[in-house]
């Protein structure tokens, strides 16, 4: 499984933009980069994945480095609903989800 | 979206006795699901991949014998802790992997308090 660094917490005003960044310097060629997110006392949320061009749905966008080594995960406006533990998840297709510790987001009103 | 129903949500039992936890696909089949546990201010760690019509696989320092996994069915996977103790208390999770291009989806997670 691929190393992932992540910043142990960052704090967001709400509406405002956020990046959370994550490093994954050993991700495979073949690894899709998979973001979830965990409200307290509650099961992982898948947020988004992607390979290796930028994705965006409804929830967010994820920002994928030319050589894939890091990626970013934007919010485009933090609620107070999006206050959680991010992880980066770097992983093959149909292949388990590893979980680091995770970015906790705390949202400012 | 494909969604996972974990039963029970919480549940207390006492020292020695075992308790089983649901895990189930509502729209969709699920080939594979996954064993989360997850202790207060921790990460989520993976205990086995369960597939349906086999046997589970568990991951390293997990006992099998002492966390039962059935995946009998394609929409359905239990998990039985059996014999349990207080060390057992944790928060279960489960994951299918959906297939569908949105990789996998958790249960709600089982929050189970062994006194």
């Known amino acids: 499984d691929a190393k992932t660094t992540q910043p142990n917490s960052m704090e967001s005003n709400e509406e405002e933009p956020v990046h959370l960044p994550c490093n994954h310097s050993?991700?495979?060629?073949?690894?899709?980069i998979h973001w979830y997110r965990q409200l307290p006392s509650q099961g992982p949320e898948y947020v988004i994945h992607?390979?290796?061009s930028n994705v965006n749905n409804r929830m967010a966008s994820l920002a994928i480095a030319e050589d894939r080594k890091s990626s970013t995960l934007i919010l485009h406006r933090a609620t107070l609903r999006d206050a959680a533990v991010y992880y980066c998840?770097?992983?093959?297709?149909?292949?388990?989800?590893?979980f680091g510790k995770g970015i906790t987001l705390s949202v400012r009103p | 979206g494909a969604v996972v129903s974990q039963h029970p949500s919480r549940v207390i039992c006492k020292s020695g006795t075992s308790v089983k936890i649901e895990c189930r696909s509502l729209?969709?089949?699920?080939?594979?699901m996954f064993w989360y546990r997850q202790f207060p201010k921790q990460s989520l760690m993976l205990m086995a991949t369960?597939?349906?019509?086999?046997?589970?696989?568990?991951e390293q320092g997990v006992e099998k014998d002492k966390f039962l996994i059935n995946h009998a069915s394609l929409t359905l996977s239990t998990l039985t802790v059996t014999s349990a103790h207080p060390e057992d208390s944790s928060f279960y999770i489960c994951?299918?992997?959906?297939?569908?291009?949105?990789?996998?989806?958790f249960g709600s997670g089982t929050r189970l308090t062994v006194v």
């Open positions: 050993t991700i495979s060629g073949t690894d899709y």
């Open positions: 998840i770097p992983t093959g297709a149909n292949s388990k989800l590893t």
């Open positions: 729209d969709f089949q699920a080939t594979t």
């Open positions: 994951s299918a992997l959906t297939g569908v291009g949105d990789g996998y989806t």
């Open positions: 992607g390979l290796t």
């Open positions: 369960s597939n349906e019509g086999s046997k589970a696989t568990y």
